[in-house]
């Protein structure tokens, strides 16, 4: 029997991480963490008035994610976390080696769109250019998968699974 990852939903602001992150969790009959739940409200207010984080901002967020994770090792979760820079998810993977991604990638007009159609959410279109400033793609040594994120959440998440299912086993239960 596998045993179920633990895995982070990653990418910009606006590709779906809080609709896809329960979405899969659900499918994988894990527990799922809301990343933005972790945030301190200075972050929060930092963002809600459009000024992005300063890596000193990220690094306690980033903390309470990778305890979450490793906490879940050997049992499974989904948590949404940007994880846009290599170093966040190095840092993430040093609490949590067994931290897999799915990076929720798509075509900037279309994540545009979506944010524009959000209510409710701290995060302003006008930081999404610097998201994508800040986003280095998952590379060839780190565990995850890139998931296109066209389509509806149901579809995206049909495609993270099937991506899933394709990594190595995280070993024995």
């Known amino acids: 029997m596998r045993t179920p990852h633990v895995v982070a939903v990653m990418g910009v602001a606006g590709t779906g991480k809080t609709t896809i992150g329960p979405l899969l969790a659900a499918r994988l009959g894990v527990p799922y963490a809301e990343g933005d739940d972790f945030h301190p ?3 929060i207010a930092k963002m809600s008035a459009g000024v992005p984080l300063e890596d000193a901002d990220r690094w306690p967020w980033l903390d309470a994610i990778g305890a979450w994770a490793h906490g879940r090792a050997g049992q499974g979760g989904v948590v949404s976390c940007s994880a ?57 040594d780190e565990a995850g998968v890139v998931v296109d994120v066209s389509g509806s959440p149901e579809e995206i998440t049909d495609r993270a699974v099937r991506a899933l299912a394709g990594l190595p086993d995280d070993g024995p239960l």
Do not use: C, W
């Open 84 to 140: 846009l820079k290599r170093s966040y998810r190095d840092r993430l993977r040093a609490t949590a080696p067994g931290l897999v991604f799915v990076h929720l990638a798509g075509d900037r007009a279309l994540i545009e769109d979506r944010m524009g159609h959000r209510r409710g959410h701290f995060m302003p279109t006008a930081l999404l250019d610097s998201q994508f400033a800040t986003l280095q793609p998952l590379q060839p």
């Open 41 to 43: 409200q200075a972050n």
